[in-house]
């Protein structure tokens, strides 16, 4: 796994806290989204995430749901 930053430890645990899984899409919007954005990219560069075409949509992959449970 790779090492994550605060900020995309910090997105994960948005994922976590809506107890969700590998598939489910999560919608962040206005000035979550924008602060968001850096880490959303990257997340998906590590292919930890899945954009949806749902404005703002985003989907855990496997690899992504193993570093949501593992932040602190």
Known sequence: MSTLTKSEERVLRVYRK????PGQMLCFNGPDLKRNENALHNLMNKDMLIKERFKGGYSLTQEGYAAMKSCV
């Open 18 to 21: 809506f107890m969700m899984s």
